[in-house]
């Protein structure tokens, strides 16, 4: 769920899930006291380490950007941006498992291309504030 609040300052619920299944309501009428579909999502910061020279990499990254806005749009890539030196990338994501930003990263076209190796370093949202904040 995301919090959103219109003009007036009125706060509504919408539902997440309900982007890609059908049976869940985008905005449930509350009070909504339980839900088959909550999942409490997990923090992740993945570390890329580039394993080819700086120019085989720049041939690849107009692909790697569309990768990760793709993926912004679907609320798993929170945050982005090339180390430096430029020797890799961080980003911020949050997935409901690890299994589930695995598949997402395999999927990446700096790995697939062999141009960046990807370290997956989870941890819980219990110290989370603001706007990376899941539940």
Do not use: K
């Amino acid at each position: 769920m995301r919090s959103v609040a219109n003009r007036r300052g009125s706060a509504f619920f919408r539902c997440r899930r309900a982007d890609t299944d059908v049976q869940f309501v985008r905005y449930p009428q509350l009070p909504l006291l339980t839900c088959s579909g909550y999942e409490e999502a997990m923090l992740f910061v993945v570390l890329l380490e580039y394993t080819r020279p700086l120019p085989e990499v720049e041939a690849v990254r107009p692909a790697h950007v569309r990768h990760l806005e793709a993926h912004a749009a679907r609320g798993v890539f929170h945050a982005w941006a090339r180390r430096d030196p430029p020797d890799g990338g961080v980003l911020i994501a949050v997935a409901p498992d690890r299994a589930t930003l695995e598949a997402v990263v395999a999927e990446d076209p700096y790995v697939t291309a062999g141009v960046a190796r990807a370290e997956i370093v989870e941890f819980p949202p219990h110290n989370v504030r603001g706007a990376l904040r899941t539940t």
